[in-house]
């Protein structure tokens, strides 16, 4: 009796144990990934159209080479672009000490004329900025394998487009409707408020989706 008694209590302290331990062991579980929202019917339709126009660059037999051509094209107009920045700054940083130390004894119409010149370098600076962005923007597209594509129609943008313009982001069309909407200097950008982000479907998109030419 009395050994029944004790491997009674040693089997009721084992449990204990177990009982005690397991809500730690549930705490240590890490959490689950929340559900992604529900998709509007909106991004529905361009998710499916972004995987088409994605289907068909696949299909290209002579897209990877056209992708190899414009990268190098990107890669050379970005090493044509910083030389010519950085005299530029150079020179304009030059220019500028040199007023400052003479500035004194300078004719108001000459002072108004360097303003200018000052003002418009900058702008040009500003420019060259811009288009340095979207060549860096260009060449990641083409990394990721979402090069070529219209980032408000998501149609293919035509080859001889992209050789003319390589960091160009929509196609002709698409182009000159933006233009009418918001003005010729506005610049696109790929989180427009009149339609669903191309970025984030850019995002969604390569966990499904891949241009890998050894992917059955």
Same mark, same amino acid.
């Given at each position: ?14 449990? $204990? ?7 730690? #062991? ?10 992604? *929202? ?12 972004? $995987? ?5 660059? $696949? ?5 990877? #080479? ?6 190098? #094209? ?62 860096? *923007?260009?060449? *990641? ?22 050789? #003319? ?52």
């Amino acid at each position: 009796m009395a050994t029944t008694k004790k491997t009674t209590t040693t089997t009721a302290k084992a449990k $204990k144990s177990t009982e005690t331990k397991k809500p730690a #062991a549930e705490k240590a579980k890490p959490k689950a990934t929340p559900a992604r *929202e529900v998709l509007t019917p909106e991004e529905k339709a361009r998710k499916a159209k972004l $995987k088409e126009t994605l289907a068909l660059l $696949k299909a290209d037999p002579e897209w990877p #080479a056209f992708l190899e051509e414009q990268k190098k #094209a990107l890669l050379d107009l970005r090493d044509k672009m910083l030389p010519n920045m950085q005299d530029v700054t150079r020179d304009h940083l030059r220019s500028g000490a040199s007023n400052v130390s003479s500035s004194s004894g300078q004719h108001i119409g000459d002072a108004g004329s360097e303003a200018e010149v000052r003002d418009l370098t900058i702008r040009l600076l500003g420019k060259d900025r811009e288009q340095l962005f979207e060549i860096d *923007e260009a060449l *990641e597209r083409i990394r990721r394998g979402f090069y070529g594509i219209c980032e408000i129609s998501l149609d293919p943008i035509p080859k001889k487009r992209l050789q #003319a313009r390589p960091f160009c982001r929509l196609t002709v069309k698409c182009q000159e409707e933006f233009e009418k909407k918001y003005g010729s200097y506005a610049n696109y950008k790929a989180k427009n408020s009149d339609h669903v982000g191309f970025s984030g479907l850019q995002n969604d998109m390569e966990s499904v989706f891949s241009l890998d030419e050894s992917e059955e």
